[in-house]
Every structure is written in structure tokens, then in C-alpha cells.
């Protein structure tokens, strides 16, 4: 078996989405190709703009990507009671036999900060 043959480049494969901007939930499954489709203002761009966040929050902190969308309250889905909690999960491919998976969830503390949660797991069951 070849090294190509053995790898490939890595894959953004599911996205859970929980109390981000205008989306309540989503869970959507994406392929080499996925189009994003719907009227204006049905949370395409939030969609997006949540994957960018996970990028700015691993990249830069978690305190500045929230800032940079302008605050807690910017990002935190209108309607939520305080006790929600944003979360986003991306699911990767690795390579042939590997999937990974990251999850971020931040939730509003009394005193005003952020309490933040992530989880990392890579797994190998790709087939």
C-alpha cells in the first residue's frame, strides 16, 4: 500500500452548532462539496462565521474572539436565557483511518466572564 493511498488531506466532515448567534441548533454533516442554501437572514453566514470563531478562539483566545464579535451578548443566540451555553463542535478527517474532533463550549459566569470548555478526540475508525 502506498503512502497516498494511506493518507489524505484533512476534512471538515460535521458541524454542531447550539446557541450561536441566530442558530438555536444545527447539525450538519458536509461533504468535499456542500453548498449553503436559504433565504437572508436564515444563518448562513452565522454558520460560517461560527467556524471562524473556533478558528479565532484556538489561534488568538477565546477572550478576543468573542471581543472582536462584540461581546458575549453579540454571539450568545437573542432569547437564550444566561444559563445556555454556546457550543460548536468540528469533526475533521485526519487521514484515511483517523477522525478527530473539536469542541468548544463558553457559558456567561455571574461576575461577567467566560467559563470555557474544550475537548479534544481523535479517534481511528474510518474505514
Request: hydrophobic content about 35%; proline content about 2%.
Amino acid at each position: 500500500m502506498s503512502e497516498d493511498s494511506k493518507t489524505k488531506p484533512p476534512f471538515l466532515r460535521r458541524v454542531k452548532i447550539r446557541n450561536y448567534r441566530s442558530i438555536e441548533y444545527c447539525d450538519v454533516e458536509l461533504s468535499p462539496l456542500t453548498v449553503l442554501v436559504g433565504r437572508n437572514r436564515s444563518g448562513k453566514s452565522n454558520f460560517i462565521d461560527a467556524i471562524m470563531f473556533v478558528r479565532d478562539a484556538i489561534q488568538f483566545g477565546v477572550d478576543i474572539a468573542i471581543e472582536s464579535r462584540g461581546g458575549y451578548e453579540s454571539v450568545a443566540r437573542k432569547g437564550s436565557k444566561s444559563s445556555d451555553r454556546i457550543s460548536i463542535s468540528l469533526e475533521f478527517a485526519l487521514a484515511r483511518t483517523m477522525i478527530g474532533s473539536y469542541e468548544i463550549e463558553i457559558g456567561l459566569q455571574d461576575n461577567g466572564g467566560h467559563r470555557v470548555s474544550f475537548a479534544i478526540c481523535h479517534r481511528a475508525d474510518i474505514t
